[in-house]
């Protein structure tokens, strides 16, 4: 099946420094990719949808200027984080439709700790 | 909007135990389904879908079937194992096409003793 890959695993920043986490897929095209949010013990909250070559779209409650989703070619989506700060630690995850599953494929997720 | 309430745990079987994780939604339309099960530490792996009322995905030993009557997608596997001890999440896909995310129960923690 497909495979979406996230990098990195995990990543320490101090406070106020950026962090970007890529996601790519690897063997298929992907117009669109979604990243969500995961605290712990709780589930996955979708954050924003990024669309090649076009803005991405926040879901409600999202700030776009800290969350920033680049998505500039059909294999790879960024999210930054900007001016991180403790609350922002969290579980991100990105996941791209699977055009052969009719499912959605998802990355090993990337583990932020802001200190 | 979109909803998905899963029964929460954590849930404790002894192996080779019956499982049921209920699910139930609401929605409009006619969403897509998926059970996805999450080890410790990992991503999100996709377990089942179904795509229309009256489907039963399968996989692994687990099946669900989606109930459009009573808008449940419940999960069962008649012979659990230790290895099936993770967290599993019911999901809705937002629109029929698959053009949005997903909304995701709260997860079923499963802990499988041997």
């Known amino acids: 099946g497909a495979v979406v890959s996230q990098h990195p695993s995990r990543v320490i920043c101090k406070s106020g420094t950026s962090v970007k986490i890529e996601c790519r897929s690897l063997d298929f095209q992907a117009t669109t990719m979604f990243w969500y949010r995961q605290f712990p013990k709780q589930s996955l909250m979708l954050m924003a949808t990024s669309n090649e070559g076009s803005k991405a779209t926040y879901e409600q409650g999202v700030e776009k200027d800290k969350f920033l989703i680049n998505h500039a070619s059909l294999t790879l989506s960024t999210l930054t984080v900007t001016s991180a700060h403790p609350e922002d630690s969290s579980f991100y995850i990105c996941s791209a439709r699977d055009p052969m599953l009719y499912g959605y494929t998802f990355g090993s997720g990337t583990r932020l700790t802001v200190v | 909007g979109n909803s998905v309430t899963q029964m929460e745990g954590p849930v404790t079987l002894s192996e080779e135990a019956f499982l049921t994780i209920n699910c139930t939604y609401t929605a409009t339309g006619y969403p897509s389904l998926f059970w996805y099960v999450q080890y410790p530490g990992e991503g999100l792996q996709l377990l089942l879908k179904?795509?229309?009322?009256?489907d039963k995905g399968s996989n692994k030993g687990f099946e669900a079937t989606y109930r459009k009557e009573t808008t449940s997608f419940h999960l069962e596997k008649g012979s659990v194992q230790v290895s099936d001890s993770a967290v599993y999440f019911c999901a809705l896909g937002r629109s029929g096409g698959g053009a949005d995310g997903l909304t995701f129960g709260k997860g079923t923690h499963l802990i499988i003793q041997p």
């Open positions: 179904a795509t229309k009322a009256d």
